[in-house]
């Protein structure tokens, strides 16, 4: 699908060690540092802030009725359920402790289909 209303922003500055499709993946996933902020991609109501059924930590940001961001893994997490965010607004930053590097997994998706984000993404 391809969509001509959103423009997204990267959530984070990184490396990505895994693109969309490889060993299964919905989304990418980014290296970072921890203690780097997660930016909200677009504007929009978060839709879970949280624990899900296969993320520890999660935020799922709904952008309109066909379209939602999903950021997850090594999150603390700085926004809750139906907070309204505007696209740059910082909802996590990246947990510290032992591990030197973190990452971050972020997809898109469309018509509750995921997408690749490298398509959606500047």
């Known amino acids: 699908p391809i969509l001509t209303d959103r423009i997204f922003i990267w959530p984070i500055n990184g490396k990505i060690i895994c ?10 996933d980014i ?14 109501k978060i839709a ?4 899900t059924a296969k993320y520890p930590e999660a935020i799922i940001i709904e952008h309109s009725s066909t379209t939602c961001t999903l950021y997850a893994h090594d999150l603390d997490i700085l926004v809750k359920k139906n907070d309204y965010v505007k696209k740059g607004t910082p909802i996590a930053k990246i947990k510290s402790g032992t591990h030197k590097t973190r990452y971050i997994h972020f997809e898109i998706w469309i018509n509750e289909q995921a997408v690749n984000p490298a398509v959606y993404l500047p």
């Open 19 to 28: 693109n969309y499709g490889e060993l299964g993946n919905k989304g990418i």
């Open 31 to 44: 290296q970072v540092n921890p203690g780097t902020e997660v930016l909200a991609a677009d504007d929009g």
């Open 48 to 51: 879970i802030a949280g624990k």
